[in-house]
Nanobody
């Protein structure tokens, strides 16, 4: 299993970024996927989840209405569209899949929201 995140960067408050997570090594279309984030000095927190075919999504309250998780099962990619970014969204963002009772993580991508 390999997960590779990309798309992070430095953005001003109110700006947007789209994160991507390219997956390989498993049957992507049969697994739900998740995005997490970890800010300095804080625990890793769940940001958003999506079911295997994309019909169901869930978000942590702090990002509802601003972030959108989606997936392209033909390309084996899960996305996180982040709009109206705030400084408190600054964190390393990770994608995760749980497979055979084990969690697999990507290496993370840094998102910094600052003026």
């Amino acid at each position: 299993v390999q997960l590779v995140e990309s798309g992070g960067g430095l953005v001003h408050p109110g700006g947007s970024l789209r994160l991507s997570c390219a997956a390989s090594g498993f049957t992507f279309s049969t697994y739900g996927m998740s995005w997490y984030r970890q800010a300095p000095g804080k625990e890793r927190e769940l940001v958003a989840t999506i079911t295997s075919h994309g019909a169901g999504t869930n978000y942590v309250d702090s990002v509802k209405g601003r972030f959108t998780i989606s997936r392209d099962n033909a390309k084996n990619i899960v996305y996180l569209q982040m709009n109206s970014l705030k400084p408190e969204d600054t964190a390393v963002y990770y994608c995760k899949v749980k497979r055979t009772s084990r969690n697999y993580w990507g290496q993370g991508t840094q998102v910094t929201v600052s003026s």
